[in-house]
C-alpha cells in the first residue's frame, strides 16, 4: 500500500472530526514516503502559519521515521540533537504533531496537525492514524 489520495482524504477525514470535537480549526497535511505533499486541508479560520508548521512537521516525521514529539527532549541545549531544527533548510520540528504512517513495519508517509496547543495537535494527528489503521482492517 503506498500514500495516494484516497489515503490521504481519509487520514484528513479522520483528524478533521477530532478537530471539530475539541472545537479547534487545524490545518492537517499528509506527505508520502519521500516527504512530497500529497494533500493538505485548512479548517476555516485556521492560523496561517500552521499550513507550514503541519507539513514541516509531517516531512519531520517522514525524514525521521518517528513522531516530531519523540524529538523534544533530544533537542534541547546540551542533549544529543541540540540544534537539529536548524537542519535540513529549518524544515525540522522538535514538538508534538507530526506523526509517521507505517504499513506492514515500512514508514509510506506521514501526518502533520497544526493550529491547537501542542497536546492537541498530537491528539488530532493521532485521530489521523486511527482513521488510518481502520482502514487498514478493512483491506
Do not use: C
Amino acid at each position: 500500500m503506498n500514500m495516494n489520495l484516497e489515503i490521504a482524504k481519509t487520514l484528513m477525514e479522520g483528524a478533521e472530526k477530532e478537530a471539530e470535537k475539541i472545537g479547534v480549526q487545524m490545518v492537517i497535511s499528509v506527505l508520502d514516503e519521500g516527504g512530497n505533499l500529497v494533500a493538505v486541508h485548512r479548517m476555516g479560520d485556521s492560523l496561517l502559519g500552521s499550513i507550514d508548521i503541519s507539513q514541516n512537521k509531517a516531512w519531520t516525521s517522514v525524514a525521521f521515521k518517528k513522531p516530531t514529539a519523540n524529538l523534544t527532549d533530544a533537542a534541547v541545549p546540551n542533549a544529543d540533537l541540540y540544534g537539529i531544527n536548524t537542519t535540513d533548510q529549518g524544515k525540522v520540528v522538535i514538538f508534538g504533531g507530526g506523526i509517521p504512517i507505517v504499513k506492514n513495519d515500512k514508514v509510506i508517509g506521514a501526518v502533520g496537525v497544526s493550529g491547537g496547543t501542542v497536546e492537541q495537535d498530537i491528539q488530532v494527528a493521532q485521530a489521523a492514524i486511527q482513521a488510518f489503521e481502520n482502514l487498514k482492517t478493512k483491506n
